[in-house]
Nanobody
Framework: QVQLVESGGRLVQAGDSLRLSCAAS??????????MGWFRQAPGKEREFVISRSGTSVNYADFVKGRFTISRDNVKNTVYLQMNSLKPEDTAVYYC???????????????WGQGTQVTVSS
């Protein structure tokens, strides 16, 4: 069992940077191949894939376009989403997820956090 808790979401202005954190507890996820991903859901829209990482392999959505990066600290059991050049359309609840592949499909992730709100004003 893995518990995930996101933090770091807040109101920012377009062009700003923001780093989200996802703290994992429970089963140590550094001891085996497990993928960590970020998804987001804007009001009235379906949850969409943002980026995922397993080891040094990264999968990301086209709209990331080099603006977002994912990293993990196995000592702190924390995954980070660094977001740069934020746009109003990035406004959404951001969710951290843990699974066993780099999939962009939400259903293939077994564990989810509660989400953290990111709002980008124009």
């Amino acid at each position: 069992q893995v518990q995930l808790v996101e933090s770091g979401g807040r109101l920012v202005q377009a062009g700003d940077s923001l780093r989200l954190s996802c703290a994992a507890s429970g089963q140590t996820f550094s001891s085996y191949a497990i993928a960590m991903g970020w998804f987001r859901q804007a009001p009235g829209k379906e949850r969409e894939f943002v980026i995922s990482r397993s080891g040094t392999s990264v999968n990301y959505a086209d709209f990331v376009k080099g603006r977002f990066t994912i990293s993990r600290d196995n000592v702190k059991n924390t995954v980070y989403l660094q977001m740069n050049s934020l746009k109003p359309e990035d406004t959404a609840v951001y969710y951290c997820a843990a699974g066993y592949s780099l999939s962009s499909i939400a259903g293939e992730y077994k564990y989810w956090g509660q989400g953290t709100q990111v709002t980008v004003s124009s």
